[in-house]
């Protein structure tokens, strides 16, 4: 069995291209009329050039927009009646960069006889845990189509929280980087200058000057070490950047906000899930994988169990807490007794979105003010504890009238 790039065109003309595995080209042309029309070239890829390309495929990444552009295009292809292989061609011809890459190894697996969801998993990190679960409950129930936009929805509302989050904390991340640098500037450049004044008239200096002097000796004289020492600092918070996400996540504003957000995504992917025709408790364990978070997957997988043993969706939910807020359970206990849960789920979660937008319109608001009046309060002490000596000796000088 070797692997064999192709290309073909159709009776209107249209060109195609593709990788199969195969035992020879006569399979490979057999192949090519049989769903495409008549073989322009066939030609065998090497076992060196395959394994590079396989290690780069291992590694690419697709962003939310990436992800709800390809679920859009190929619902919309498969709705119009095209074969899904041959839908995955024309997202191919139109895509670059890692999209590229995810949709010819997406080809060459289901020519292999692999499932879409199966597909899926070849190019690592593309795609979620949860979306192969997703997709694979899809093509078991025969709602593909309709799952595949419901993702779309949901990568979009992942993208547009993501880009509020971007843009909220642009001005935040401008005013602290000012602020470092213009301190940075100042200690270095100004700073000298008052300090070899005091030194000159025998001022007594502050406790602020005698700390920048003293700092900046240990860093004239023990350059590289400092600067090792600041590198396995950074290595550091970067080995505990999740236990110092999750610290973050419990201060009592964020926390508000956080629990917000993991509750809309939640619903969500539940609500997609449910609508693939899951069983409920497969369904909350399955969905709870897209919160990243080990306490609340815990709280999800005890009202999986509290379900299995006869208890109601609703009351299984507010028995364990943090999950859903009283809203999201009432929206639920309407949804099983109107039959329509999934659809329930997805407005809980487009109302828990519309309070998440607003908590975090009010965070930033109050961060703002409160970002600008710490710098203040920061340039003025700097300030205070610099010019206080010559308030010293401006004051000590004889008066002339």
């Known amino acids: 069995m070797g692997v064999y790039r192709w290309r073909a065109r159709d009776t209107k003309g249209m060109k195609f291209c593709g990788e199969l595995r195969a035992g020879g080209e006569k399979e490979v042309a057999e192949f090519i009329q049989a769903n495409y029309g008549y073989v322009t070239g066939i030609k065998e890829v090497r076992k060196r050039k395959l394994f590079i390309k396989r290690k780069i495929r291992g590694r690419t990444k697709l962003n939310d927009s990436a992800r709800e552009s390809f679920f859009r295009?190929?619902?919309?292809?498969?709705?119009?009646?095209?074969?899904?292989?041959?839908?995955?061609?024309?997202?191919?011809?139109?895509?670059?960069?890692?999209?590229?890459?995810?949709?010819k190894s997406m080809i060459l697996s289901l020519t292999e006889g692999r499932s879409l969801a199966e597909a899926m998993k070849l190019p690592e990190g593309a795609f979620t845990q949860t979306t192969l679960k997703i997709v694979e409950a899809g093509e078991n129930?025969?709602?593909?189509?309709?799952?595949?936009?419901?993702?779309?929805?949901?990568?979009?509302?992942?993208?547009?929280?993501?880009?509020?989050?971007c843009n909220a904390c642009i001005y935040p991340?401008?005013?602290?980087?000012?602020?470092?640098?213009?301190f940075i500037f100042f200690a270095v450049k100004?700073?000298?200058?008052?300090?070899?004044?005091?030194?000159?008239?025998?001022?007594?200096?502050?406790?602020?000057?005698?700390?920048v002097r003293s700092v900046s000796e240990i860093l004239s004289c023990y350059r590289w070490e400092v600067t090792c020492v600041f590198l396995f600092f950074l290595g550091l918070l970067y080995r505990q950047r999740g236990q110092i996400k999750e610290g973050c996540?419990?201060?009592?504003?964020?926390?508000?906000?956080?629990?917000?957000?993991?509750?809309?995504?939640?619903?969500?992917?539940?609500?997609?899930?449910?609508?693939?025709?899951?069983?409920v408790p497969f369904a909350l364990t399955a969905a709870a994988e897209a919160l990243q978070s080990r306490e609340m997957m815990q709280k999800s997988l005890?009202?999986?169990?509290?379900?299995?043993?006869?208890?109601?969706?609703?009351?299984a939910i507010a028995l364990n807490g943090e999950?859903?807020?009283?809203?999201?359970?009432?929206?639920?206990?309407?949804?099983?007794?109107?039959?329509?849960?999934?659809?329930?789920l997805w407005a809980a979660s487009l109302v828990a979105d519309d309070e998440l937008q607003t908590r975090?319109?009010?965070?930033?608001?109050?961060?703002?003010?409160?970002?600008?009046?710490?710098?203040?309060?920061l340039v003025g002490c700097v300030l205070f504890s610099v010019a206080s000596p010559m308030v010293g000796i401006i004051s000590g000088m004889p008066e002339y009238f």
Do not use: W
Request: some cysteine; glycine content about 6%.
């Open 323 to 344: 999950l859903f807020s009283d809203t999201s359970i009432e929206f639920i206990s309407i949804g099983e007794e109107s039959g329509s849960l999934p659809e329930m």
């Open 249 to 279: 996540l419990r201060l009592p504003v964020l926390h508000d906000c956080y629990l917000k957000m993991m509750e809309q995504r939640y619903c969500r992917i539940l609500s997609i899930m449910l609508t693939s025709g899951m069983a």
């Open 173 to 182: 991340f401008f005013v602290i980087v000012l602020t470092i640098c213009t």
């Open 141 to 165: 129930s025969g709602s593909l189509n309709v799952l595949l936009d419901d993702l779309a929805d949901y990568y979009r509302g992942e993208n547009k929280l993501r880009s509020f989050l």
């Open 360 to 377: 975090l319109k009010a965070l930033k608001v109050m961060v703002e003010p409160i970002l600008l009046l710490l710098v203040s309060l």
């Open 190 to 211: 100004v700073l000298p200058v008052f300090l070899s004044l005091y030194s000159s008239l025998g001022v007594k200096q502050t406790a602020f000057l005698v700390t």
């Open 302 to 315: 005890m009202a999986s169990n509290a379900v299995i043993r006869g208890t109601s969706i609703s009351q």
């Open 73 to 103: 295009q190929l619902s919309t292809l498969l709705k119009s009646g095209l074969p899904l292989l041959k839908g995955l061609d024309l997202i191919r011809q139109k895509s670059t960069g890692p999209m590229l890459e995810v949709t």
